[in-house]
């Protein structure tokens, strides 16, 4: 099945700076990859996402990259802000036949922004 | 709010007991998926139920069962409760069978096993 690696486990920045979140993946058939951010008590909620016939998308400060060659895709975080603390999580799923596909998520990034 | 609803929001109980947790999932949402997520832990993916059908399983123990129910709504029961299942429980629940599209989860349950 699907392994998804995410990198850093915690990653701190200053405010203002950017961050950056790596993943990994293994199974080449995957083909949608979504970001979640869940902040402290509180549920995962979508903030972007990317499908594998696209490299790059971008909403407002955030953007994802996607290098299916490699199997690996990125969160850019610019100019953050103290209400970006939270921790973060990639996901890939698995293109199985309709109906039978499975999300796996990575094990998180803790990401601080130090005023 | 994301439309999602989880019964109860906490719960306390012995080992050995056994609990069922409660999803109501969104207006028009046919796809119920179960997440378990034990202190700073990832997401687990448990189980997927799809208009009353599973439809892909996890690393589910064989301890744990759900259902979905004809009014989509879905349970998840824990039984024989051990101390490492402690954990954050999420239901999800999403528009089309698979999960290409957003997952909205509810607030969670939290199981403290003592």
């Known amino acids: 099945g699907e392994n998804v690696e995410q990198h850093p486990s915690t990653l701190s920045v200053q405010e203002g700076d950017s961050a950056v979140i790596k993943c990994t993946y293994s199974?080449?058939?995957?083909?949608?990859f979504p970001w979640y951010k869940q902040e402290l008590g509180k549920r995962p909620q979508l903030i972007i996402d990317?499908?594998?016939?696209?490299g790059e998308k971008k909403d407002q400060r955030i953007a994802v990259t996607l290098n299916k060659t490699a199997k690996h895709f990125s969160l850019h975080i610019t100019e953050t802000q103290p209400e970006d603390s939270a921790v973060y999580f990639c996901?890939?799923?698995?293109?199985?036949?309709?109906?039978?596909?499975?999300?796996?998520f990575g094990t998180g990034t803790r990401l601080t922004i130090i005023p | 709010d994301s439309g999602v609803t989880q019964t109860p929001k906490h719960l306390i109980t012995a080992t050995g007991q056994r609990v069922t947790l409660r999803c109501s999932p969104r207006?028009?949402?046919?796809?119920v998926y179960w997440y378990q997520q034990s202190l700073d832990q990832g997401l687990q993916f448990l189980i997927q139920y799809y208009n009353g059908e599973e439809r892909a399983k996890g690393n589910i123990l064989e301890r744990f069962s759900a259902q979905q129910f004809p009014d989509l709504h879905s349970e998840l029961n824990l039984s024989s409760l051990e101390l490492g299942d402690s954990a954050l429980y999420f239901c999800?629940?999403?528009?089309?069978?698979?999960?290409?599209?957003?997952?909205?989860f509810g607030e969670g349950s939290r199981l403290t096993v003592l």
């Open positions: 996901a890939g799923e698995q293109d199985a036949n309709f109906g039978n596909e499975k999300l796996t």
């Open positions: 207006s028009g949402d046919l796809s």
């Open positions: 990317i499908r594998s016939n696209v």
């Open positions: 999800a629940s999403s528009v089309v069978p698979g999960t290409t599209g957003e997952l909205f």
């Open positions: 199974d080449s058939a995957s083909n949608y």
